[in-house]
């Protein structure tokens, strides 16, 4: 029986390990940054653990040792109160190395972090909002300025220098396989260097509590090859396709009719609010609002029909709609690729 | 034993004060704002609208939930274009206590939702019921009709005028000390 338990143990800590890999774990780095850190976080620990033994072993020692007899108590043994001042000094002397030590690789650490930018040739501008992520791809070109919401496309291998800030509340943007996490402050600009080594799909989540969908609030950096990545600009940058149905057309009219243009933008049609996300492509984004839903047909119903019940507490309404009328919304809004 | 029972007591209803609202996130939306019926003449007594065919007005009104809720929407809808944060410009103060259309709840719904002459858009079918309600909530906390514990209190950024739990009562607006 317990052998029993400790291989259920084992196998329950092998399952849990196994989890760091992968899908958004600090343990698991994709690019300098995060590789950086994660031997930072490896090389603390092993060598704190190994500094914990050798002080259980300190401690443990005098009490398994039999204690010698001494002959009077108040006789002074100048040779043997040498010796422990020799071991407490040097033990506070390793201390101190080792402190100093441990600061000067964060301190190099720090400064790796900081080089990462330097010649970033490309600028993001990402703002926190309840409970989404607004993404500006900033350009010296004012028609190549590109808005986009929650998935962050970035060139793989290349620096990319992001500029977070927020409207609202203190929300983090945390890429934990590509950097650490730093806050978006409302008012304020903090200036975050990411590289991605190889292209891949790179989870993110707001790091910082900031509501009731704190939990719902994810990101996602897309890295792909330099070519991909300026096919992909290109193609958001195009106003959305017209409805390519009868029943998608009836969806447009419903869109710029109803609350939906109140809030949302789509390129190339009178709908241009700022304040939710920008819908021009979302039939192209892999998820729905901020990582809760994969992208589908059926998911975008749901989402429209009832996104309380799915975010509670989300700042998009409940919106009364027939039947017909949200199939006909839903139609148009699949074909926005 | 006595007073451990009054303890107990006091635990219980100092716990209770936690409780400060009901806050309803999934309104109750069959109802959109579409089908009530619209206003055929301006001509109504004291300019206000006739009693209200549903009791929303009384829930919306003294919700700090959706009085806050109002405040944002105030500012996204871009209300501010026309009223200026609440002090006029192209269109009426909303700060002053002075009503064209009547000051209670379901006038100002009536405005935001048909539209009034001379500029106000109806924003009918545009706003979820809710959502309009909402608004008229905050646009009374404006001039001091809201109740102070539950009017919205200071923004995250730069004000333009105090905080609406902080403005003057209705009563007093306008009136020296």
């Given amino acids: ?337 | 034993m006595r007073s451990t029972a009054a303890m107990l007591l006091l635990a219980i209803l100092a716990l209770a004060a936690c409780q400060r609202e009901e806050r309803d996130t999934r309104p109750q939306s069959a109802l959109g704002s579409g089908e009530q019926p619209t206003p055929v003449t301006t001509l109504e007594p004291g300019g206000q609208r006739p009693s209200p065919t549903d009791n929303k007005a009384a829930s919306f009104e003294a919700n700090a939930f959706h009085l806050s809720e109002g405040k944002r929407l105030f500012g996204w809808f871009n209300c501010s274009g026309c009223h200026a944060n609440g002090g006029g410009g192209m269109g009426p103060a909303l700060m002053d206590e002075k009503w064209i259309y009547g000051s209670s709840m379901e006038s100002i719904h009536a405005t935001i939702r048909d539209g009034r002459p001379n500029g106000m858009p109806s924003f009918r079918d545009k706003i979820p019921d809710d959502q309009i309600w909402e608004l008229a909530a905050f646009v009374r906390s404006l001039s001091g009709n809201a109740p102070s514990s539950a009017a919205p209190s200071r923004n995250d950024d730069m004000m333009v005028h105090p905080s609406e739990n902080r403005m003057p009562d209705a009563a007093t607006l306008g009136k020296s000390p």
Wanted: hydrophobic share 45%.
């Fill in chain 1, 1 to 337: 029986m317990k052998r029993f338990a400790s291989i259920a143990f084992a196998t329950a800590i092998a399952l849990l390990l196994q989890g760091c890999a992968g899908w958004q774990s600090a343990l698991d780095p994709k690019g300098p940054a995060a590789s950086e850190l994660a031997w930072l976080i490896w090389f603390f620990t092993g060598l704190c653990a190994v500094v914990w033994v050798l002080v259980m072993i300190a401690l443990a020692a005098p009490l398994m040792m039999r204690p010698r007899d001494r002959l009077e108590p108040l006789v002074l043994d100048a040779g043997a109160d040498n010796r422990k001042l020799r071991v407490v000094t040097a033990a506070v002397g390793l201390t101190a190395v080792i402190l100093i030590g441990l600061t000067l690789l964060s301190f190099f650490a720090n400064r790796t972090l900081a080089a990462i930018g330097s010649d970033a040739a490309l600028t993001i501008r990402v703002t926190g909002h309840q409970w989404w992520w607004e993404v500006r791809y900033e350009d010296a070109t004012p028609s190549r300025i590109l808005t986009t919401a929650n998935e962050i496309h970035i060139p793989a291998g290349e620096p990319v220098r992001l500029l977070l800030t927020s409207t609202d509340v203190i929300h983090s943007f945390w890429v934990p396989s590509l950097s650490g996490k730093l806050d978006l402050i409302p008012g304020h600009m903090n200036v975050l260097d990411i590289k991605a080594d190889k292209p891949g799909v790179y989870r993110g989540q707001c790091a910082e509590f900031c509501g009731a969908q704190h939990a719902n609030m994810g990101t996602f950096i897309i890295a792909e090859p330099r070519a991909k990545f300026d096919a992909w600009w290109n193609d958001q940058l195009q106003p959305a396709a017209g409805p390519a149905s009868d029943e998608a057309k009836t969806g447009e009219d419903l869109f710029l009719k109803r609350p939906c243009v109140m809030c949302h933008r789509i390129g190339g049609t009178p709908a241009g609010g700022t304040v939710a996300p920008d819908l021009t492509h979302i039939g192209s984004r892999q998820t729905l609002a901020a990582g809760t839903l994969t992208m589908s047909r059926g998911n975008l119903a749901a989402w429209i029909a009832d996104p309380q019940g799915i975010k509670p507490g989300s700042h998009m309404p409940v919106v009364d709609l027939s039947g017909d009328e949200l199939n006909a919304i839903v139609a148009y809004l699949e074909g926005l690729k």
